[in-house]
């Protein structure tokens, strides 16, 4: 058909074209898959499709050396979500998600609608979500802005995941400068659903209606996804406006509207309209079935008038789904959405003709040859290059760092640590969350992983999301190798079994050659990992260019890590459970300082190698733990990690509020380890233990060949924390610890009145019950 | 017995005291909707929690003019037994089934926890299988939690044995720090003056299997059974 420009559209332009993101290259693929001149419609459809946001074209060559196959992986990356089986009949969707330029310039809205469209991605999979998890990074609490954008994140996933009610249950806060003006909001959902339920956005079946349901189209967040594939930069608030705006009430209606729909056979696919709204929605879908789709944007139910087909189609209004239904059946769509107050309109239909076609009536707007629209997307192989910098800061040698004076009191480096808000008590961020709806949370936020029970199984599910950030910056191969160990080894620890992951893959701009060469190292590092501990990587999501004018974040692969314990009964917690338990550590201390929190806590150095990770030795070590706790051998398993051994011992005392036990250790006998490498190094492949049972579990450690050593007793809470050494001994009141762990955070954030001021101003006006 | 669960459009606490009372109590369950004018007979109605309308304009205020209150209030009229639980203690509230109100946290912000309520009196039909004083282990979830009314109907509250649930701290003592949300006198739960509606902050319903951290909420339905002798 004909497509001429609509009248009163802009005239395509050199400068216009820049503007909408695309190098002279690029609109040039454009052109010449018309034949034509674009018109403006067509300009800013491609626009969004091939941003980085939505095409992955600087990603997509690393992503795919990912493994990604295992013989309980239902689904792969490339859909909504990722899906395992789980046995029982029962399938488990995941997803991880990032919302980071929009929480940077609005952190309340950024962050809540990220929460509502990752629960979108799990539900049109046919999964009802069952746990929201959040790995979130900001720059220092000092900074009055940083913590208001931590306060409004925070309050933003809860009020949006409290009302749909999701609990909202695990996941990482880490707080380094480096995330300062570009923080990072990465939201990860998990749903359970009956296998034969598990549908896949893919349009089929000529003649069959296309139909938008849900609330109505507006003019927000028009751009939302080029915006989120630029750099940050001082003119990054005048673009909120581009910052879409949640309606939790209405996602909880169209959640349980969508599951009803699918449940009823009345649909063939169905998917969020997100990133890039209607656009790439009905793209997507068509390009996956291989089929035309014809789209009449007229039809679109939309809340102001006059809106132009570009904006109709660029719009990222919230809780918007785009179904393709069975032909006939339309009228049985409209009547469950109308059972949840919401509207469904037929809006076009899948088509056999090749092509991807939106009129205005009957003005023909934009036309696109097959789903070359999806697929012309040029693909880049930037240079990849490491930063002297970056080389120069982990070869420094770090031993050479002398203590400070008041180090020679060694609780009193364990109190600094305690009370670094990275490893401090979260209780005030997880308090804000509802953790107990639905009912299935065994483990809540606060341990080694989240822990929730399969109703009608005797199974349980371990999500965790793991990222140490410093390490990748310093060396990416081994930060992103031990991203993904570190995630294992923390479900482990509650006795599930390692699965499949999803990531989120956020770094800087990947034309530089330092940003690509931190990308392609961390995703090898990543790789290895999940090939040697047989986790498949199931999808996720890329999030570059976090960058603003101080330079990148931290490279920060975040790693969403599911695992399956066979039995409830061996679900495991990381604090002591019982005086008298031996304490045994498994692993192998060294004497590693490098990219430790201790260093940067402490010394303020961001420097030296981050410490070694042999992916064997974890895979040893994980299946001797599982092997340990389903022997019933174990009280309680902590992974030992940022801040070290010494860090590790005084959570599995204290990070239980209502049940605490002290320790005595004694660590004399290790030589060749300077005390704080002994105490606050953070070698890889350890997991602190607690049983009453020690010979037992040193018989399975053995034949597994893991190390293995005893180094202490529990002991009731009234006793001195004590740590001997050779040379010395730390001692400290386990009050004392206990305080500087629970009270870090609250007392930041509630001496301060700048962060609620600027909150109370924004937030809308209910908290809600 | 028949227990009747109200799904609101919003409500998210529906299904967790669905299934506490037809798995873990084994008792019969109905699924009403908000839209329809007939309670199908059941014996007790569960207002659950969660965020009816979104909660927009004021938590229960919109929930209040629902199609099926009208039927809640005549069987509350009738004497049959009511539960608000969370966002259902604030509908009871708004539609005057309860006295008093629920406003914001005095912190001003969502709390979730598992907090301790002592029981102040079992001569209720919702608390007669407790021990007097025993204190319970429930969860709560909630931003809008802060149990306020007027001295002369605190008091009467008290002196008529009222309030059934308070606020306390790991000793049992009442305590402003135990008081998660800055309800007056502590107060987590009432019931009106003819004993036959119950409000209350905290989640019995998802407090009814040890394995998701306390089964302690089991006996207030119990209690219900009891009453009856089922």
Known sequence: ?769 | MKFGVITFPGSNSDEDAFLAITDVLGQEGVKLWHKDHDLRGVDVVILPGGFSYGDYLRAGAIARFSPIMREVVAHADRGGPVVGICNGFQIACEAGLLPGALLRNASLQFVSELCRVRVETTETRFSNQYAPGQILRLPIAHGDGRYTADDATLDRLEQNGQVVFRYVNAKGETDPSADPNGSMRGIAGIVNERGNVLGLMPHPERAAEAIVGSADGVALFESLLAQVGV
Not at chain 1, 58 to 73: D, N
Not at chain 1, 392 to 409: F, N
Not at chain 1, 433 to 454: I, Q, W
């Open chain 1, 1 to 769: 058909m004909t497509v001429l420009p609509r009248p009163g559209d802009p005239v395509i332009t050199p400068a216009l074209v820049a503007e909408h993101g695309l190098t002279p290259d690029e609109y040039q693929r454009l052109v010449d898959m018309l034949g034509r001149t674009p018109t403006f419609t067509e300009l800013g459809v491609v626009s969004a499709l091939w941003s980085e946001h939505c095409s992955y074209k600087h990603s997509r060559p690393l992503l795919r050396t990912l493994p990604t196959k295992a013989p309980y992986v239902l689904q792969g990356p490339g859909e909504n979500a990722g899906v395992i089986a789980v046995g029982d009949g029962l399938a488990v969707a995941f997803k991880i998600e990032s919302h980071n330029h929009p929480s940077a310039v609005e952190p309340y809205q950024g962050a809540a609608t990220g929460v509502g469209g990752i629960l979108r991605d799990v539900f049109t999979m046919g999964a009802r979500p069952i746990a929201m998890l959040n790995s979130l990074r900001f720059g220092s609490l000092d900074h009055p802005r940083v913590r208001y954008l931590f306060a409004g994140v925070v309050k933003g996933i809860g009020d949006y995941g409290n009302s749909v009610g999701v609990p909202t249950i695990g996941g990482e806060v880490v707080f380094d400068p480096a995330y300062e003006t570009n923080p990072l909001v990465n939201a990860m959902c998990v749903g359970v659903m009956h296998e034969r339920d598990l549908i896949r956005a893919k349009a089929e079946g000529v003649g069959n209606p296309i139909i938008a349901v849900g609330a109505r189209t507006g003019r927000d967040g028009i751009h939302g996804a080029s915006f989120a594939s630029e750099d940050l930069s001082h003119e990054s608030d005048a673009k909120r406006p581009r910052v879409q705006v949640g309606d939790p009430f209405t996602e909880k209606l169209l959640l349980e509207a969508s599951l009803e729909l699918i449940k009823s056979g009345h649909i063939v696919a169905i998917q969020d309209m997100g990133a890039a709204g209607l656009t790439s929605s009905s793209a997507e879908m068509a390009a996956r079935g291989d089929v035309g789709v014809t789209i009449d944007v007229t039809k679109m139910p939309v809340r102001e008038e006059g809106m132009t087909p570009y904006e109709i189609l660029l719009s990222e209004s919230q809780e918007r789904m785009l179904v393709v239904a069975k032909r006939g059946h339309e009228a049985q769509v409209k009547e469950i959405l109308a059972k949840w107050d919401l509207s469904a309109e037929v809006i076009g239909e899948v088509i056999a003709e090749p092509v991807y076609r939106v009129t205005e009536g009957d003005r023909v707007v934009a036309e696109f040859p097959g789903s070359r629209l999806v697929t012309d997307c040029p693909v880049y192989h930037p240079d990849a290059r490491e930063s002297d910098t970056i080389a120069a800061l982990r070869a420094r040698d770090v031993d050479a760092i002398r203590e400070r004076p008041e180090e020679r009191d060694a609780a009193w480096t364990l109190r600094e640590l305690l009370s670094s808000p990275t490893i401090a008590s979260k209780a005030w961020v997880y308090r804000q969350y509802d953790t107990s709806v639905r009912t299935n949370t065994m483990l809540g936020p606060g341990g080694d992983a989240a822990v929730l029970r399969l109703r009608g199984t005797r199974k349980a599910l371990a999500v965790k999301t793991d990222c140490n950030g410093r390490y990748v910056y310093l060396e990416p191969r081994v930060g992103g190798r031990i991203a993904v160990a570190e995630a294992a080894r923390n479900v482990a620890c509650t006795g599930a079994r390692p699965m499949a992951i999803t990531n989120c893959l956020n770094f800087g701009n990947p034309k530089r050659p330092e940003v690509f060469f931190q990308f392609r190292e961390a995703v090898g590092g990543m790789a290895e990992a999940c090939e040697t501990l047989g986790t498949p990587v199931t999808g996720g999501n890329v999030s570059l260019y976090n960058e603003s004018p101080n330079g990148a974040v931290f490279p920060t692969p975040v790693i969403g890590m599911v695992g399956l314990a066979d039995d409830v009964d061996h679900v495991t917690r990381a604090t002591f459970q019982q005086a008298g338990d031996t304490i045994v550590l498994l692993g192998e201390p060294t004497s590693e300082l490098g990219a430790s929190e201790y260093l940067a806590r402490v010394h303020n150095v961001t420097a030296g190698a981050p410490p070694r990770c042999d992916l064997q030795v974890e895979r040893r070590l994980i299946d001797l733990l599982l092997e340990a706790i389903q022997a019933g051998v174990v009280s309680s398993a902590h992974d030992c990690s940022d801040g070290g051994l010494a860090v590790a011992l005084a959570e599995c005392a204290m990070a239980d509020r209502e049940q605490r036990f002290s320790a005595t250790v004694d660590l004399s006998s290790w030589s060749g380890i300077s005390k704080r490498a002994m105490l606050f190094g953070e070698a890889q492949g350890r997991v602190v233990v607690s049983t009453d049972s020690p010979a037992r579990v040193e018989r399975i450690a053995a034949a597994r060949g893991v190390p293995v050593r005893r180094i202490g007793i529990v002991e009731a809470a009234d006793r001195p924390f004590r740590i001997e050494y050779a040379g010395g001994q730390l001692v400290a009141p386990l009050e004392q610890l206990a305080s500087a762990y629970h009270n870090a955070i609250p007392s930041i954030m509630t001496r301060v009145a700048v962060a609620d001021d600027a909150l109370a101003a924004d937030a809308p006006s209910t908290v809600g019950s």
